[in-house]
């Protein structure tokens, strides 16, 4: 099948007859449960994934599929049908002078592609958020996660059929390059294009698209330990953030601390240093902690390691004398994902929120919350680090823009 026969079948699945919302969410009920009772088939097929990639590849870990996880994600799935649909909220609504009732309504964007690599979960997510929300979506993923991908639509498909649902709502297409190319050209056909995954991805699809894109931007995570910040809270959050799940996007990369508080740096990274994390340290933080972190786990920092998207048990240290050298550092260094302050001074924490410029900022909690179904939004298709349209988490709201509804009498428009 050529690729545009694949946008074609879109256009004709998105013009076809509106589902109601009970069997929208009929419909992804269904899918929670059918992920469930295929897991053995879902972990078959992701094991002939896992098995072409190298464990050591920080995307070993986005790749793979567990009986837990599989379990998430169908609960990701009956949090998106329990949640309120936002298709066909008034979000103005006024009478002019002249008569004309006007009305602003929000509507699906419509055909929705995704570029996105090694996370077979994101077909899931993609899936469950495009179809509440009445969207149509093109999905193009990695020649890494090809099998996992391919047992994912076939159960979507097979619950789509099921309801004597156009399957084409949901399309997956082939994983060569060429389909790349393709998606990044659909003018006519696609009206928005979503990457997830690498910086280079984003890069790649943000200077070769004719498709309007949103970006779901890498996450380059920084935690700000300041002079009146909390030990306890420090040592958790720090932990937590770094190790939960090294290889997403809200996992955190750099600690800033204050040095004033380089006397708790030991006690701070103690976890980390018996979960095998590998600290790139700046001169000063190096010094404290030579000969009493492990070996073998403990470097000076180059200027490469600050800025950089670790994905990895891995992490950088840089030691400030103030909040504006910090606020500083992060500005230079952001992706404008997730970034955290601990801190006991209201002045200190209301300067940091005020300045620092990300989706997502923190006070005394760990980046690691930075996500579609954390923030309630029952999953995401993405963390955008972009201003327009949207931004942070998108979830149902962000999949939809608005048209205007005029109602008249036989008003018409004098000169």
């Not at 509440?132 to 979506?137: D, H, M, R, V």
Request: aromatic share 6%; proline share 4%.
């Amino acid at each position: 099948m050529a690729y545009k026969q694949y946008f074609e079948d879109a256009l004709t699945a998105a013009r076809g007859k509106v589902l109601s919302p009970a069997v929208i969410d009929r419909v992804l009920l269904d899918v929670a449960k059918a992920a469930i009772e295929q897991t053995d088939y879902l972990l078959q097929e992701n094991k002939k994934d896992l098995e072409r990639m190298d464990p050591a590849d920080p995307k070993y870990d986005r790749l793979t599929l567990t009986a837990e996880r599989i379990k998430a994600i169908a609960g990701d799935i009956e949090s998106v049908a329990g949640l309120s649909s936002p298709l066909g909220t008034v979000l103005s609504d006024k009478t002019l002078p002249n008569g004309l009732h006007i009305s602003k309504v929000r509507v699906p964007l419509g055909i929705v592609g995704v570029i996105y690599e090694a996370r077979p979960n994101v077909t899931f997510d993609v899936f469950a958020l495009c179809f509440k929300t009445g969207n149509i979506s093109i999905l193009k993923g990695g020649s890494d996660a090809d099998n996992s991908n391919r047992a994912i639509i076939k159960i979507i498909h097979q619950v789509l059929l099921a309801h004597n649902i156009d399957v084409n709502v949901a399309t997956l297409l082939p994983v060569e390059r060429e389909a790349t190319e393709a998606l990044l050209n659909a003018v006519g056909y696609v009206d928005v294009l979503i990457p997830r995954g690498s910086q280079s991805l984003i890069n790649y699809v943000r200077g070769n698209s004719k498709v309007p894109v949103i970006e779901t931007g890498a996450g380059i995570v920084h935690t700000y330990f300041d002079e009146t910040g909390d030990l306890d809270k420090a040592t958790a959050i720090i932990d937590n953030a770094k190790t939960r799940r090294v290889s997403v996007c809200n996992a955190l990369d750099c600690l800033i601390i204050n040095s004033k508080r380089l006397g708790d740096l030991v006690h701070i990274v103690e976890p980390l240093g018996e979960k095998q994390v590998t600290l790139y340290a700046d001169k000063t933080a190096y010094g404290i902690l030579d000969g009493i972190y492990p070996a073998g786990l403990l470097y000076e920092a180059q200027p490469e390691h600050f800025g950089t998207e670790f994905l990895s048990m891995k992490m950088a240290i840089k030691t400030v004398d103030t909040l504006d050298e910090a606020l500083n550092h992060i500005a230079v260094n952001s992706s404008k994902h997730s970034e955290a302050i601990i801190s006991e001074d209201e002045i200190h924490i209301e300067t940091f929120l005020n300045q620092v410029d990300a989706a997502a900022v923190y006070v005394n909690a760990s980046t690691a919350f930075t996500d579609g179904a954390q923030f309630g939004l029952g999953a995401e298709i993405g963390i955008s680090t972009q201003k327009l349209h949207a931004r942070g988490p998108m979830g149902l709201e962000e999949l939809t823009s608005y048209k205007w509804i005029v109602k008249g009498n036989g008003q018409v428009r004098n000169p």
